[in-house]
């Protein structure tokens, strides 16, 4: 079985203390960054609502209009549900409630409101990070694999939707990849990132199929991932560092790998399945170890422990 090499019993799954300490650090590390361009624009607002003498002459500085916004507490989403009324009314309960009573103080207070609006904003992009670097990190390993076998390899720009030449000292691919494909042995494979297989019908973090990149296309009737039989493996990973959420995150991926196999089945076919996790407890890595036992998962990897994640990409380059 592929998991042997790195996998000889139930403890080599389970994430240890130090891996766990260096990823909150790494998150830490990417929320100063992610936070950075937000406390740039609480500098400029506090420089430019200086032409204000009180509180109600804000109103008349239409440069910062957009941050009386975010400081009343409205969010990006919210704005696009109210009338230009109810945007006024809040930036005037904003004055009237919190930056007069704060007298001279009240372009600090304009600016305290505005970070704790910022604030909730940075809490749903670092709620989505934990998963992107995973992603990212799983990319870099493929990559490596491709590139210690010789193998050049295309991938799928998000953003353009276009595949392009990859080239593997490109230190920024895996930013912006949904997808990889490579030829091994005259054999072609390409590997799909957060699909949704018409006959599953639910979101799958990892598809690797049996065929060209060119057999992609999510508007062609007959395009590869409404091809049942063109799977060869599909599998979920789960970047989240925190110890707190690793038996959720593994209940939710063990029921999404099981409606996986059962979807298959009703097609005949029995592609491999497997499963990438940071975060593994001792209770959920006895489950992930009897299920590779019992041949129910075809291969695991704890994300944090390098042996692992290089011998599973090296597994998914290799068949």
């Given at each position: ?9 139930w403890e080599d799954l389970v994430t240890t203390q130090e891996a766990t300490r260096k990823g909150f650090i790494a998150i830490a590390f990417e929320k100063n960054i992610k936070g950075t361009p937000f ?121 353009s939707k276009t595949w392009i030449d990859g080239i593997h000292t490109d230190t920024t691919i895996e930013e912006n990849t949904k997808g990889l494909y490579w030829q091994i042995k005259k054999k072609n494979r390409t590997l ?128």
């Amino acid at each position: 079985m592929p998991y042997n090499e790195q996998i000889k019993k139930w403890e080599d799954l389970v994430t240890t203390q130090e891996a766990t300490r260096k990823g909150f650090i790494a998150i830490a590390f990417e929320k100063n960054i992610k936070g950075t361009p937000f406390i740039e624009e609480a500098k400029s607002l506090k420089v430019l609502a200086t032409k204000a003498k009180k509180p109600k002459d804000l109103l008349n500085l239409t440069d910062i209009y957009p941050s009386l916004l975010t400081a009343s507490g409205l969010s990006e989403k919210a704005l696009g549900h109210l009338p230009d009324n109810d945007k006024t009314e809040a930036i005037t309960n904003l004055i009237e409630k919190f930056l007069e009573p704060a007298g001279n103080e009240f372009i600090d207070e304009l600016v305290y409101r505005f970070l704790l609006t910022k604030g909730d904003a940075l809490g749903g992009i670092m709620r989505n990070l934990a998963g992107s670097l995973g992603e990212k990190k799983l990319i870099r390993g493929m990559i490596s694999s491709l590139s210690l076998k010789g193998l050049q390899f295309k991938y799928l720009h998000k953003q353009s939707k276009t595949w392009i030449d990859g080239i593997h000292t490109d230190t920024t691919i895996e930013e912006n990849t949904k997808g990889l494909y490579w030829q091994i042995k005259k054999k072609n494979r390409t590997l799909l990132l957060n699909l949704t297989p018409p006959f599953i019908s639910k979101n799958v973090d990892l598809c690797l199929f049996d065929g060209e990149f060119s057999e992609f296309n999510n508007n062609n009737g007959s395009s590869i991932h409404k091809t049942p039989d063109k799977y060869i493996a599909l599998g979920e990973l789960k970047g989240g560092i925190d110890p707190a959420g690793a038996d959720e995150h593994w209940k939710t991926a063990s029921t999404a790998l099981e409606r996986i196999r059962s979807a298959f089945v009703e097609h005949k076919l029995i592609p491999y399945t497997f499963f990438i996790g940071a975060a593994i407890e001792k209770s959920m890595a006895q489950e992930i170890y009897a299920q590779l036992k019992s041949k129910t998962l075809t291969n695991a990897a704890n994300l944090t422990v390098d042996a692992q994640l290089v011998s599973i990409c090296d597994w998914i380059c290799s068949i």
